[in-house]
Each structure stands twice: as structure tokens, then as C-alpha cells.
């Protein structure tokens, strides 16, 4: 006789949410002081490219509880009312520090990040500046989209000379139709 069990419960068990997604991996950061706050800001690719997804993680010290911020980017292009500025909220896959998921920078230049943070030891602001974000790697934007379309339009060119040799309604009149 072979003893049987039955498998754990853990077998069956589904998976975390934050374990559903690779871990944030942070290759650089830089250090802000926002009045009375130490803040590190992380980068999950260095250096920064345009138009490169990328993760930002913002960890105060001490941790998130209670303290609450907003975040304004400032760069090239961003004018007026198209200031990036909004709350700091949890990083969906890093949930003890705050952050923002897979981002991309829209153009090359100097980006400045400001920090306005509130908690216990009052409110506090700091920038980190000049950040530099290097040119959208690969070849120009407009030259890619040129080339993706090279196939659709060699497609639409075969179509039309398939049809135009074997022309339906040729056909059609011969029979009487």
C-alpha cells in the first residue's frame, strides 16, 4: 500500500497582488531635503532617456505614516497649465514608499522634480533640479513611423494591382451579368 496525502492549502493558495509583478529596481537615486524631511528619490534606469518608460520611488525617512505631499515636474515643453503637479500616492509595486509607475519623460533637457511634503514635523519643500534626461534612444521618431509604414503601403499597392488584373466586373459583363 502507497500512503497518499493530500496537498497543502498552500498549493492552491493565489498569489499576492504585489507579488503578481516583478519588484521596482532601483539602479540610482538622489537625495532632496524638504524643510524638515529627508526625501530619496529612486530611478529604475540611469541615465534618464526621453520617452523611456521608467519607475520614480520617493522614500521619506522614517517612512509614509503620516505624511501626506505633492509632486511638480517642471522640464522642456511643460508650460503653465501643463505642469506636471499632483499627489504623492503609493508605488503600485513597491507599497511602502510612494512613486510613480512605468513614466516616461516627453523631451530631452533639464527636469526639475519639487517635493511639498506634510506631517508631523510640519510642512516642507525641496527640489531636486537639473536632472538631466538624454535624447529618445533609436533612431528619430518621425524616420520609425516612416518605416513602419513602408509595409502597409506596399500591401495597399499589392491589393491594388491584384484587383486591377483580375477586375471582378470584367468578368461579371462576360458572363452577361
Known sequence: MIPVSAPS?????????????????VVHTEQVQAGPYHLTVGFSTWPLRAMQSLDFTFAP????????????MTGPGMKGSRRGAGPLSRHPRKRDVW???IQSLSTAGKWSFTFAINGP???????????TVLDQPGPPLALSWALCTLPVLGLIAFLAI????????????????
Open 162 to 177: 491584384a484587383w486591377r488584373r483580375h477586375r471582378p466586373s470584367r468578368h461579371l459583363a462576360a458572363l452577361g451579368i
Open 121 to 131: 514635523k510640519g510642512q516642507g519643500t525641496g527640489t531636486l533640479d537639473n536632472v
Open 9 to 25: 492549502a498552500q498549493a492552491y493558495a493565489p498569489a499576492e497582488p504585489e507579488q503578481a509583478y516583478a519588484p521596482v529596481e
Open 61 to 72: 525617512d522614517g517612512g509614509l505614516t503620516g505624511k501626506s505631499g505633492t509632486l511638480s
Open 99 to 101: 512613486g510613480l509607475d
